[in-house]
C-alpha cells in the first residue's frame, strides 16, 4: 500500500492511496469467503456457495466492504507512519480501479493540531489564604435562626435601615419600561409585585435602599440607580435607570434565642453545639470545594495561555453551534422570549465561538499530556462509573451500560474520565501558594446575595433559608 499525504494547514491533509493489486485481491477473496458462509441461498448449502453466484448476488456489498476496510487500513497505517492524530476522514474521493487491478483514491483529513507541550509540571497556582472563623458562623446562624423569625407589621413610622419593606416597583429608560428600552430581558431590575426588600446597602441596586428610607406606608417614591459594572447584560452596565416605587408594607423581623431547644428543632438529636460543628463542617466543605473549582479554573486558563496553536475549523464551527444551542435553551427556560434571544444572536454566537474554542484548546492539550503520561482509564473505572451513573438515572446496571453501547457514548465517558485524571495528575504537580485575596467565587455568591436582597423571601417565603444547613439536612435525609 502507497500512501501520499498532503499538508494543507496545521488541521488538513490530503491522503492519497494506492492499493496493489495482489492485497485488493486478498482482502476481496476473504470478504467473498465471509459472504459464502453466511450466504443462505436456494439450492445450495451454507457455506457451498460457489464464489460467481456470491459476486454476483452481492457484488456491490463485497465492494463497499472492500473499500471500508481499505479506507480504515490506510487511515492506521497513516496514523502510525505518518505520526499523524486523523479526527476526521472525508468519503473517499477520486476511486479508481485501473486495467492492472489496482485501487486508487484520495480523502481529505481534519487532524489534531501539532504543538510542542509546555512546561506543564510548574504551573504556579495562586489560592486564598482563607479559613473558616467564627465570624463565618456566627453569621451562618444568624441566617439558620431567620428561618424561625417572626416578622410584625409597622403602621406608626416611616421605614428605616433594617427593616423589610414589601414594595412594588417598575423601572424605565429614557422614559421606557427598561426591558423595551433594550429589547431583552433584565431580570429582578425589570419589575417586582410585593417585593420584600430587606433595608441595607445594595439591595437589588447601590442607593436603593436610602432612596426609600422615611418613605411612609402607600407612599410613592421616584428615584434613580446607577447599575453596577459586574451586572450580566452589558447594555446596563454603568447605566442610570429611573424607578417608580410603591410602599406596600413595612416589617421587622424578629430573631429568636439560639438555645438547645431550637437547636434540637434545627438539628434534630443535637444541641448548640452540635449545631455550631455541623455548620462549622458544611461551611468548610463549600469552601473546599470553592478551592478546588477555583485551583482547576486557574490551573487550565493558565495552561491553555502557554501555548498556541490553530484548531479545526470544522471542529469549531461545531462545537460553536453547540455552545450556541445551550445557551438558547437556558434562555428559553430562564424566561426569554424568543423575539428576545433573536436580537441577542451575534451576542450568543460571539460567546459561544469563544467558549467553543477554550473548549476544544484545552481538550487538545489534556489529551496530549495524557498521553505523554500515559494516563488511562482501566476497565473497572469504567465500569464502576457506568454503574454510578445507572444508579443515579435508577435504572439497572445492565440495560444502562447496554444502552450507552448502544448509542455510542462509553468513548464519550472514556475520553471524559481520562481528561479529569489528567486534570488531578496537573493539580498534583502544580506549585501552589497562597494569597490574601478573596475567592471569585465568594464575591460572586455575595454580589448575588446583594442583588435579589432576601432570596426565600423574594419567592414569598417568610422564612430566610441557609445553604449550609440545607446541605446537612439533604446529607441526612
Known sequence: MKITVERQSDCAARLTVEIPPAHLKEERLKIIRSFGNQARIRGFRPGKVPRTVIEKRYGEQITSELEQRMMQEALSDTAEKENLRVIDAKTPEDTVYHPD????????????????????????????????GEEDIENEIQNVKSRYADYTDVTDRPLQAGDFAIIDYRSELDGKPTEEAVGQSVGYLGTGEDYWLKMEDDSILPGFSQALEGAALAEERNFSCVVPEEFPVEELRQVELDFHVTVKGIK????????????????????????????????????????????????LEKLTSMVQFELPPELVSAETQGQADEMVERGLGSGMSEDEIEGRQDEIFAAASQRAQTNLKTDFLLQRIAEEENIQITQEELANRVAAMANQAKKPIKSFASELQKNGQLRGIQHSMILSKTIDFLLEHAKVSETSEQLENDAAEETSQADSGDPAVESGDDTPTSDATEESENNDE
Open 101 to 132: 487491478g489496482a485501487l486508487t483514491f484520495s480523502s481529505m483529513l481534519t487532524v489534531a493540531p501539532e504543538f510542542e507541550l509546555p512546561d506543564y509540571k510548574t504551573i504556579q497556582l495562586e489560592i486564598p489564604d482563607r479559613a473558616i
Open 252 to 299: 421587622i423581623q424578629k430573631l429568636p434565642e439560639l438555645t438547645d431547644e431550637l437547636a434540637a428543632e434545627i438539628l434534630p438529636g443535637s444541641d448548640i453545639n452540635g449545631l455550631r460543628e455541623m455548620i462549622r463542617g458544611n461551611l468548610e466543605h463549600q469552601l473546599n470545594q470553592q478551592i478546588e473549582e477555583f485551583k482547576v479554573s486557574q490551573l
